[in-house]
């Protein structure tokens, strides 16, 4: 055999990696990185919550040193995916990453855009004084954090003093910011400060508020400001509080004809506790009328009196019950004089019962004789799938929308249609023709929906 005769060539093979893949696929992966994220937080605070010592350390410690891990390698992975990482990564900001210059000088002017959410909780004046010239970088901030700024704009101790016309400006922009909110968290002591955190500018747009409490005798004062305010037409409304009163369940029941999702936890359930209304009830008073999902969180004793309020007249769409003891069985005693709580009660069905426990493994005669036991369902759920919101959206029909939390298909469908729109524009721009072909053919099935609609 002649080894030195001429080989016939073979066509070298290319080599495929991820820089191959189309760019929505591109952008899929940069959204499930950010998922998984959001899932490994989750995880570790709910660890973080029902362990103790030595471990909860190490948990927390973990926590730290993972935070973004998955969406930050993804962006430092070369300057193609630093930009389709970017939305993902640079979407919420601290007090921490608003006090760092690398953020002040070149990330709010290369990367505000991408930022939804702002977390001021704890912040300072200086920190006020930091934001309110970069407000213009953030256009598309919808989510804010706060607690009540008032002290802060007002302190005397802080190095820097205003004069009244420089804290009216403060003033002023920390509204305006407030004011673009369909979503706002407020760290407060009492309800009766909701209106200054929620200006009347606002209140037509938000859709979400998130009330945590530090006080649960705190809401009284809020009904003694009702007849002069307007309230929001509330679709989501999530309050923590260290117990349960039956003028928190009366706070929450004000936005009883709008509301479409509720999330309350109580931390405890404490014999010494004195609600201004000792008899007053703790279910919940309706009618609900629009409420597809009920999540209760905390002290099995607390959640008793928000359990008995579930029923067919008083919230006849629900359909996902989410609860989630810290511990089982609830302790028997009650508070002096609170009245009796009915056991809940449902002909409807529910279409998904989840009950969590933080103790494994999971008793199931103790389950059983849990109160919601009787409800009837057409899906029990007894684990936590931390990752369950990853693939929902491709694995499900959109003719059963009943299993989709509202809140979370809007937030995905906002994230595409705004790439789609930046997408679009630097086709545009670049007259690359290639890009506009993609799009096209990832819009059919938005074309087939326009045919039918219009048909």
Known sequence: MDFDAEQPS?????????????????????????????????????????????LADLIASFERDKRGASIRGLYCASKEWSSIAAPF???????????????????????????????????????FIILAP??????????????DFRPAALRLLDPIELDERELTHLETTITAI?????HIV?????????????????????LRLSVILSDAAACSAFFDLLPSLALPPLRVLEVASPDVAPSLLDFMSLFAPTLEQIFFKAASYSLSFRPQIPTGSTSFVGPFPKLATLSLFGDA???????????????????????FPDRLPAQPERRAGEPFIPAPHRIIPLQVLGVYTAEYPKDRTLLE?????????????????????????SQSPAESPGDFDFADVE???????DYLRTWTERAKVQRDTASLVRIARALCQVELERIAYEA
């Open 186 to 206: 407020a760290h407060v002591n009492a309800t009766d400060v909701l209106p200054t955190l929620v200006p009347e500018a606002a209140r037509s747009r938000l």
């Open 301 to 323: 004793a607390a959640l008793e009196g928000p359990l008995g309020g579930i029923c067919d007249d008083n919230m006849p769409l629900l359909k996902t019950l989410v609860y």
């Open 178 to 182: 407030l004011t673009r909110a369909e």
């Open 411 to 417: 937030e995905t469908d906002k994230d595409a249609i």
């Open 134 to 147: 970069l407000l213009p970088f953030l256009p598309n901030v919808t989510k804010i954090w706060v607690s």
């Open 369 to 393: 004789k849990l109160p919601i036991s009787s409800v009837p369902m057409a899906q029990q759920k007894l684990d936590r799938n931390f990752y369950e919101d990853v693939l929902w959206y």
């Open 89 to 127: 990564r640079f979407n919420s900001l601290d007090v921490k990453g608003l006090r760092s210059p690398v953020f002040q000088m070149r990330l709010a002017h290369t990367h505000g855009q991408h930022f939804r959410e702002v977390k001021l909780l704890g912040a300072k004046l200086c920190d």
């Open 10 to 54: 073979t066509p070298a093979r290319r080599r495929v990696d991820l820089n191959c893949l189309p760019a929505n696929v591109k952008t899929h992966i940069a959204r499930l990185c950010a998922k998984q994220d959001r899932a490994l937080k989750d995880g570790l605070s709910f660890l973080h919550q029902t362990e103790r010592g030595t």
